[in-house]
């Protein structure tokens, strides 16, 4: 590499790029017993720069998607981990460098780059109709293959994704067998247009909906229930003349309400009601539902935008404090289609990257869980990717009993997204196994340890030591042994 990589917060110490390719065979267990009836694959994926950025700088959003499988055997696991080709990657390996500019900026590329694809599949996986898919929101899903994680190339659903942009966050209904998911930016970069699908488990269109929000901003995540697609829109904002200016994407305008869009499932663009919310930051979505003819949709909710990188409109400085999440469950009647929505927090606890037992997603559950700032813990130890929140928690709720039970990682650790797997697929909500990557800070490395989900107070049941250090993720997915290996194999055998 003729250049260096910058020495800024998004490139340096336990976010150091790792650029790393490895399999590794039959991991150390160095505390307790893998369960036997983990058999499957975990598969995560973290943004990991390849090369320097062309601006100097650069935030932790936009580096190139690097996927982990952990694969469970009878009580041994092993790790594989591979960048996704995407046509980014490929390019700028070709070439050596950096050749896409700015985090979402097009404006800011070389020009040799125009009009491949912008994006890194560096945030979300999704298994769905006998396919792994990598995503990132501003672009189409990239296939990969769950056994060698080669990447097999875009998948655009046959052709039938007509948007620009495809959810880091789809939604699988397990109770229908439908995917549902949608696009922002759908148009292109800053427009305010958003379309939403459904497919079946054959991977066919079903229905769309072009519509529009009230203004343009980052559609993270959204909700779906038995009967209705909702749209959280916080005001993140994004304007075509800030890219063209070489400014950030995004920026928070305060000044802004937020909205809650309720759409039927098969609903058209004129169906879709938008309900005020008091201006606030929703990014993830654990779970949503309706139960007694009301809607509710519970989510991780921070006074301000999260991320510290995206500046203010007004200029005003960004406060850790105003943008801490903390779970709320937001409630509307859909018979009052100008009503605003009802907001209630569920815990004090200061949590992100909610998940739940995917089995009972769409109706009411129970169970959830998510990373925390653990309560045992006082003073900042680690930071998760870009935002202000220290992770040193796993937090499980019991929606039904109202407890929560929060588990705490040694010190100079902290920890990133859980990831649930139920002990069969016949268990009862709940009854299964947590996953989650832990970043022992100082020891420059990482360990994966396994959690009874019903009982994460008491400590991990296993604890896996890698022999090296996995950046910061974003999200994962799960993929049991029967599915696998009608698929030929293990990602790590
Ligand atoms: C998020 C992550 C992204 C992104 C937009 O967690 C939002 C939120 C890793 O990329 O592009
Ligand atoms: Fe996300």
Redo the contacts with the bound molecule.
Sequence with gaps: MTQRFPQTRTFTGFNAPSRIEFDLHDLEVVQGCIPGDLNGAFYRVQ?DPAWPPRAGDDI????DGLVTAFRFDRGRVSVRGRYVRTEKFVAERTAGRALFGA??NPYTDDPSVAGLSRG?A??NLLWFGGRLLAL???SHPVEIDPVTLDTVGPWSFGGQLSSLTFT?HPKIDPYKGELVAFGYAAKGETTPDIAVYTFNAQGELLHEAWLEAPYSS?V?DFGVTEHYILLPISPLVSKLDWLKAGKPHFAWDGSRQSWLGVLPRRGRASDIHWHAVDTCFS??TMNAFEADGRIHYDTPVGGIV??PFFPDVSGQPWDPARAAPRLERWSLDPSAPNARVGRRQLTPLIGEFPRIDERFATRGYRHGWMACESPQLNGPQGTS??GGMTLTGVAHIDHAEQRLECFTVEAECSLQEPQFVPRHALAEEGDGYLLAVVNRLTEMRSDLIILDAREVAAGPLATVRLPLRLRNG?HGTWIGADELEARGGSPAA
């Design positions: 943004p932790p959003l936009n580096g985090y979402r890194t560096n945030t990132k929101e501003d880091a980052m993270h990014s993830h999260v991320f990717l870009g974003l």
